[in-house]
């Protein structure tokens, strides 16, 4: 476990703020990416993590076996999904949903395992994943802005 494993809701919501002002109030819907919901029950079965986190069973057991979760199994053999599996899974697809390839996010969660010295390699790797995501913001906004342009040469309206 790290320190970042501690933070609670309300640190990750102060953290989100420190770094991002122009986001305060942070916008409920930002938080639901990073959070689990409050009710969320001790186990869930593989169908019921599924149905959560919107990936397909067959997912989840990819991600256990190239070890990027580590599940427990129930009395029965089921797996069962516990809340620090499930904040994992949140992670993990939230970092897919950014371009991510699977073999970084590995690396970045062999790092967090090899323990807080290797803090400043995952911060390069995250600032890294960043620039990438801002270049990818940057060509969607002028993609976006093309379409807009040939949309109004159309004769019709970009807005919505």
Do not use: W
Not at 101 to 116: F, K, Q, R
């Amino acid at each position: 476990m790290n320190a970042t494993d501690l933070l609670t809701a309300p640190d990750r919501r102060a953290a989100i703020a420190a770094h991002h002002p122009e986001l305060e109030p942070v916008d409920p819907d930002l938080l639901c990416l990073l959070e689990l919901p409050d009710d969320l029950p001790e186990r869930l079965s593989i169908a019921e993590a599924a149905e959560l986190t919107g990936l397909t069973a067959h997912t989840l057991r990819y991600y256990e076996r190239i070890g990027l979760l580590d599940v427990r199994r129930d009395s029965a053999g089921y797996r069962s999904y516990d809340p620090r599996a499930m904040a994992r899974i949140v992670f993990i697809s939230r970092l897919r949903a950014s371009g991510m390839p699977i073999g970084t996010i590995s690396h970045y969660l062999e790092l967090v395992l090899a323990g807080d010295h290797t803090a400043p390699e995952r911060l390069a790797l995250m600032q890294e994943h960043r620039a990438r995501i801002q270049q990818q913001l940057r060509d969607l906004q002028l993609a976006l802005a093309v379409t807009d342009y040939k949309i109004t040469v159309y004769g019709g309206t970009a807005t919505p």
